[in-house]
């Protein structure tokens, strides 16, 4: 079992910017899939953006495409997501997840078996 924890998360004016970090501990963390979802009060978790265990693809849900960028550093197991010119809407807890079954880029919650607990992310004035 991979154990994920989250950091980064608080509170940001519009357009402005946050990095999240996700440390990862158990199995082989560059063989597998990492991925950055979100859910928000009232709606379901979604998509935000994957890159593959060699980092070599990226794929990022529509709503974030060139805002958002998802990286990764093998030699740390750690993930990041830098999110950029952030607005209201971004709004929400935001889950890193590893796919430990996969090395390619997924974009379905069920295809990832480990969760980190969430961090809070909040876009105001």
């Known amino acids: 079992q991979v154990q994920l924890v989250e950091s980064g998360g608080g509170l940001v004016q519009p357009g402005g910017s946050l990095r999240l970090s996700c440390a990862a501990s158990g199995g082989t963390f560059s063989r597998y899939a990492m991925g950055w979802f979100r859910q928000a009060p009232g709606k379901e978790r979604e998509f935000v953006a994957t890159i593959s265990g060699s980092a070599m693809t990226t794929s990022y849900a529509g709503l974030v495409q060139g805002r958002f960028t998802i990286s990764r550093d093998n030699a740390k197991s750690s993930v990041y997501l830098q999110m950029n010119s952030l607005r209201p809407a971004d709004t929400a807890v935001y889950y890193c997840?590893?796919?430990?079954?996969?090395?390619?880029?997924?974009?379905?919650?069920?295809?990832?078996?480990?969760w980190g607990q969430g961090t809070q992310v909040t876009v105001s004035s």
């Open positions: 997840a590893a796919a430990t079954e996969n090395t390619n880029v997924q974009i379905t919650a069920s295809d990832y078996d480990s």
